[in-house]
Antibody, heavy 122, light 107 residues
Framework: EVQLVESGGGLVQPGGSLRLSCAAS????????MSWVRQAPGKGLEWVAN????????YFVDSVKGRFTISRDNVKNSLYLQMNSLRAEDTAVYYC???????????????WGQGTLVTVSS | DIQMTQSPSAMSASVGDRVTITCRAS??????LAWFQQKPGKVPKRLIY???SLQSGVPSRFSGSGSGTEFTLTISSLQPEDFAAYYC?????????FGGGTKVEIK
């Protein structure tokens, strides 16, 4: 069974940093794209970032470019999101989600982890 | 960026009703569209991928259709467990974008 478990969320002051982790199991992690998606309180879903299976390609939503970095460790089966220069508008539940294998164009965002809450406030 | 316009944003329906939710893309996305269901306090769950393919384990009362710019999610006979928020997602190009969501409530 595929499992994704996020950690690292918490309360941080504006301008601060936080590193989220997502521990993956139940599939060959190194073969799949991985993603971060967030949801502000009471709001809809927003895609944040994608990373290719080997880390060679990374994509970000404009609002986090230059502030967030996505990375992965295929030995530890873990995905990371380094968030710097945090703003109040980054407050959200952050989910990691499994993407497709290379060559599959449709298997995005299944399944999702349980999410970790990031609150940016003074 | 491709905008995904979902309608309605909210609706009230009764058990047994046929429910249709629409998602319109601001430019053509072929069939690079998925639908997700999110119950209150729960994690989103994929229902449909490639616009019309039913995710394994999802009841057959859910169906998706469309291609290009207009897509629909249909629930043929609404069940109590279907009251939730529904989101479309385009993954044709970056940035990936979700629709604003449709909240299906009990009438």
């Amino acid at each position: 069974e595929v499992q994704l478990v996020e950690s690292g969320g918490g309360l941080v002051q504006p301008g601060g940093s936080l590193r989220l982790s997502c521990a993956a199991s139940g599939f060959i992690f190194s073969s799949y794209w991985m993603s971060w998606v967030r949801q502000a309180p009471g709001k809809g879903l927003e895609w944040v970032a994608n990373i290719k299976k080997d880390g060679s390609e990374k994509y970000f939503v404009d609002s986090v470019k230059g502030r967030f970095t996505i990375s992965r460790d295929n030995v530890k089966n873990s995905l990371y999101l380094q968030m710097n220069s945090l703003r109040a508008e980054d407050t959200a539940v952050y989910y990691c989600a499994k993407g497709p294998v290379q060559g599959d164009y449709f298997d995005w965002f299944d399944p999702w982890g349980q999410g970790t809450l990031v609150t940016v406030s003074s | 960026d491709i905008q995904m316009t979902q309608s309605p944003s909210a609706m009230s329906a009764s058990v047994g009703d046929r429910v249709t939710i629409t998602c319109r893309a601001s430019q053509g996305i072929s069939n690079y569209l998925a639908w997700f269901q999110q119950k209150p306090g729960k994690v989103p769950k994929r229902l449909i991928y490639a616009a019309s393919s039913l995710q394994s384990g999802v009841p057959s009362r859910f169906s998706g259709s469309g291609s290009g710019t207009e897509f629909t999610l249909t629930i043929s006979s609404l069940q109590p467990e279907d009251f939730a928020a529904y989101y479309c997602l385009q993954h044709y190009t970056y940035p990936l974008t979700f629709g604003g969501g449709t909240k299906v409530e009990i009438k």
